[in-house]
T-cell receptor, first 115, second 111 residues
């Protein structure tokens, strides 16, 4: 099956710094990538949808200047958490789609801890 | 409003026993429904995917059912194992690549 690789799996950063998370589709071209955030014991919450070569579409309440998303190629999307604060500590997950309806392959997730 | 509700919220069963998880949805227009297993600290892994015309689909010890008329789905786990302990998430997609997530059922299998 299709494989989505997310890196890093865990990251600890100091408050005020920026962190970049990568999401790669290893064996297929992802026309669309999704970024989610998941707080403990809660469901996945969609943050933004990105299509290759165009600007990401952010969900209501998600600050686009704080969570920078780049989808520069069909196999790579990045999420940069800028000026991270402790409340940004969460589990971030990406998923990728080739375009087939309802298709989503998930990455392994990134545990971000801001201290 | 497009919603996905799962029940129970949590479940504890003995190893070897069967269990059934429920998913009710109001998503429209419906494209498909997936069940995912999410281990703690990991991304979700797809178990089954069902389209409008499919009533049941199996993947090993996992069997999913779908009633598109009543907009209900279930995931039945047979002969549970300790490794089945995880969160099970029902995801319904609408046309246009819109995904709606249930809040998940936390399953704990005890020896």
């Amino acid at each position: 099956g299709a494989v989505v690789s997310q890196h890093p799996s865990r990251v600890i950063c100091k408050s005020g710094t920026s962190v970049k998370i990568e999401c790669r589709s290893l064996d297929f071209q992802a026309t669309t990538m999704f970024w989610y955030r998941q707080f403990p014991k809660q469901s996945l919450m969609l943050m933004a949808t990105s299509n290759e070569g165009s600007k990401a579409t952010y969900e209501q309440g998600v600050e686009k200047d704080k969570f920078l998303i780049n989808h520069a190629s069909l196999t790579l999307s990045t999420l940069t958490v800028t000026s991270a604060h402790p409340e940004d500590s969460s589990f971030y997950i990406c998923s990728a789609s080739q375009g087939a309806p309802g298709e989503a392959f998930f990455g392994q997730g990134t545990r971000l801890t801001v201290v | 409003k497009n919603q996905v509700e799962q029940s129970p919220q949590s479940l504890i069963i003995l190893e070897g026993k069967n269990c059934t998880l429920q998913c009710n949805y109001t998503v429209s227009p419906f494209s498909n429904l997936r069940w995912y297993k999410q281990d703690t600290g990991r991304g979700p892994v797809s178990l089954t995917i069902m389209t409008f015309s499919e009533n049941t689909k199996s993947n090993g010890r996992y069997t999913a059912t779908l009633d598109a008329d009543t907009k209900q789905s279930s995931l039945h786990i047979t002969a549970s194992q300790l490794s089945d302990s995880a969160s099970y998430i029902c995801v319904v997609s609408a046309t246009g690549n819109q995904f709606y997530f249930g809040t998940g059922t936390s399953l704990t299998v005890i020896p």
